[in-house]
């Protein structure tokens, strides 16, 4: 049977992933002429700071030089060209900005073939990119909850889930029922319960994620850490990078993942210990 498509689903995850683009996180290219003064340049670049800027040579960007490898030659015997694997669009989705990100030090944004933007990695700091990875971890749990009432319905998986765990979902069902707000007993599950609902599954974990239940776990945790910094508006670049990289490479995967689900007894009870 196939799982049919939550309209609230799909359209938050057509929002969160073409409704952010390059143009949302780039800033202006800074530029100089090619027969401006060495030392100018760099002194510009550390006041700034900035890491990069680009060259001109005939009144076009022709490439760039960077502050950490500028020399004493002249600009136009130091500009580097620009390589394709660090130029994107104004529309580049984020998901793809990170994935290049991982493997070069900055990012050159175009407009009409010319340079006119950069992204660094810090400016994922930024409000936008926050935004967006607080929605992808949104959707990676609405999917995996959604997975988990589908495959164990009548609440089934309560007979898996640890007493400890399953406790702490009930108080908070019942407080949330005390402020008027009904909700299933799945949706007060921790994402970590949740993850470890699918992780201990070799069914789900296949059909969804393709990967050992291990990594699905650690995955999850990362998710949890990252969110919390989200929210409490945490340094995410140096505490979370791992997990933002994770999240972009494996959004398709966990988002697109065909509707067939396993028989109820595919899952297996777990503990709160994360050991085979």
């Given amino acids: 049977m196939n799982t049919p498509t939550d309209p609230t689903e799909e359209s938050l995850r057509r929002v969160f992933l073409e409704g952010f683009a390059a143009r949302d996180l780039a800033e202006p290219l800074a530029s ?54 660090i130029v994107v669009t104004s529309s580049t989705p984020f998901q793809d900005i990170v994935s290049r990100l991982d493997q070069h030090r900055f990012l050159t944004v175009t407009a009409l073939s010319q340079p006119v933007g950069v992204i660094v ?29 589908e495959s164990y319905g009548n609440n089934e998986w309560t007979e898996i889930v640890s007493a400890s765990r399953l406790e702490k979902a009930v108080q908070l069902q019942n407080e949330r029922s005390r402020r008027n707000r009904a909700v299933d007993l799945i949706d007060c599950l921790q994402l970590g319960d949740k993850g470890q609902l699918l992780a201990r599954s070799a069914e789900l974990r296949e059909r969804y994620w393709n990967r050992s239940r291990k990594w699905i776990e650690k995955v999850i945790k990362e998710l949890e850490r990252l969110r919390n910094n989200l929210a409490h508006s945490q340094d995410i670049i140096t505490e979370n990078w791992d997990a933002i990289v994770r999240l972009s490479e494996t959004l398709d995967r966990i988002l697109e993942a065909p509707g067939n689900l396993p028989a109820k007894n595919s899952l297996t009870p777990y503990t709160e210990s994360t050991t085979d």
């Fill in 121 to 149: 990695r810090n400016d994922l700091e930024k409000a936008p990119m926050r935004m967006w990875l607080f929605g992808m971890v949104t959707l990676v749990e609405m999917r995996i909850t959604r997975v988990i009432r």
């Fill in 32 to 85: 100089f002429d090619a027969t401006t003064d060495v030392q100018v340049v760099r002194k510009f670049m550390v006041d700034r700071p900035l890491r990069v800027v680009g060259i001109r040579i005939n009144g076009l960007i022709a490439g760039y030089v960077e502050q950490d490898e500028i020399g004493e030659r002249s600009l136009r015997e130091q500009v580097i060209p620009f390589a394709d694997e």
